[in-house]
């Protein structure tokens, strides 16, 4: 029979190498790339990884925001209210608008094909981004590249 020892061994080994597998994960989002061994290990402590459906919505336009998306495998379409869609796949970020600036969802986010997600909680988004200059700095060129895109397709 196994100690109470060797399960807490056990344990703690199954721990870390779910730690080690989700920093490999944090690693591959470019949102998160660039930054040291260890500040991606203490990014892989608060998010969770989730696999859903096609077809789950990930996110309504006008409800309130409560996490931040990083998309690890899989495909999701973005619908904005005036119309707009834009298709995120591997490596995409969404759901970071309404944790800035506490107003509801800015569009309706659903899964198109199976997806694997990392999740980052609206407690934790603040405190990974006041320790990370940048991934600040990734925010707001994302910010600025779908505000340019939003803005050469109502010119079109
Ligand atoms: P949020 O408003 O929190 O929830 C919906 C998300 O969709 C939003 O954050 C952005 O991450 C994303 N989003 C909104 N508008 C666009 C757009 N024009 N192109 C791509 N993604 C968008």
Redesign the pocket.
Known sequence: MASRFSKWRAAKASTAIRLRFKSQLVEKIPLFAGLSAKESQQIARLVNEIAVPAGTRL?T?GEA?GALFAIIEGEAV?R?KPG?T?T?TAGD???????IDG???????DATKPIRLLVLDQRDFWHVLEGAMPIVRKIMQTLCR?VR??EEGSSA
């Open positions: 996110a336009a925001g973005v904005t707009r834009s995120l970020v969404f759901g970071e608008m309404s944790l107003q509801p969802r800015s569009a309706t986010v779908r895109e939003a």
